[in-house]
């Protein structure tokens, strides 16, 4: 009949211990194959740097099933069919004898030792057997500061590491922290953009209105009719106004296309900064996660090939050279538009003053040519007015001469009766 009992087999483990049942990082020092599993696996309460890791479990093993005894059975050469290798055969000391006499007596005459050298044979085997002991106790010395260097090389590991990625953490936080204040100093510095633009658009339109008024003043002075048509002070001036209303209209377009251009400039600087920024953020918390890791940290596991991978795509120069040029390059962007505020301001300035001299350039020639113009007036009547006064008195002695030669005709005409 078969029975069930329980027995313990024992496994080792040259790496960290993490679940029973024998994974495949464990080997069986005795016993057949891994049976069923029927308890719970445990492991040694006090482990040591210098001793492997020993868990234990609770099996189920099956006997055999019964078989008759036979001859064959019992036979010193019987090899079961699933062997693979030969049995050996010992001889049979009693039957030999009792079979032959003669073999008897030749081995009990000449196959016998002297205690001498059944003596020195003994001392041979103790002499092997410490050697064999004292190289095992050198093997077993060897282990144990294999084990213990491996422990430090280990536990050295894991401070270098942690080392590292607190050094790596330090890094990203400095750099992340150092693209933030420069994004928030370049959207700061770009929201300058909407009132700069304001600004300018303003300019241009308030240079219509006195473009357009010194072109109308220039369109009524060509209906002047004869010599009125000067080249006076008053059509250089509105000539010189209209051109310079022109090239002020010209600056201010330039001005608002380098505008737009460096917005274009300032978004994409930004835009490098925030992409960075995330990447650096995303770093930060992988590398955080990482160094909180330990050896008795949730969700450990084997990874095959992982020492293999290589993901990286820069090195740690070119990682910070990378953040260098885009801060730099933000930097360099709200000192170009520093400079342009700057430039902005001081030609809206100075288009508005020349606009202004010109403007009153013009008034003040039209003021002069306006007394001028009253004064020729002026004289013009005058003049008017005296020959106006020359002429009515000329037909006053035309009216006296008539007079006169009508008088004249009487005595004519008796002076021609006389005759």
Known sequence: MSAKFEQTVMYSQLQPWSTAGAPPCMEPVSGPSIPPRVGTAYQNAHPHPWRPTL??????VKNLAEQPVTNQLVKPTFAPAHMSTEPL???????????NPQHAARAALYTRYTPGEWANNNLSKYAESNINRNQSERLRNDAVRLMRETDEKTAQGQRDAGRRLGERITDVTFWRNELNTEMEKLVSESSAFTELKRKCAKAMMDLEAPLHIAQ??????????GVEKVHDCVEKALLLEIDNLRNARDKLKELH???????????????LLEEDVSGKDSTL????VCHQLNNYSRGLAYYGGIEKYDPTVST?????????????????????LSQLRSDADTMVNAIATAVWDHWSNTNNAFDRRSQEMAESKNKIQLHLHKTQQELFDLEKHIFLLQKAIQDKSN????????S
Request: aromatic share 6%; with cysteine.
């Open 55 to 60: 868990s234990y479990e609770m099996i189920e």
């Open 89 to 99: 055969t010992f001889p049979n000391l009693v039957t030999g004898f009792s079979q």
């Open 216 to 225: 109308e003043c220039l369109y009524h002075r060509e209906g002047r009719a």
């Open 257 to 271: 296309e380098r505008i737009t251009i460096q917005a274009h400039d300032c978004r994409a600087a930004q835009h």
């Open 285 to 288: 918390g992988i590398d955080t």
């Open 316 to 336: 740690q120069e070119s990682w910070a050279e990378a953040s260098s040029q885009r801060v730099s390059r933000s930097q360099s962007e709200r000192a170009k």
């Open 411 to 418: 005595p004519l005409k008796a002076a021609q009766t006389q």
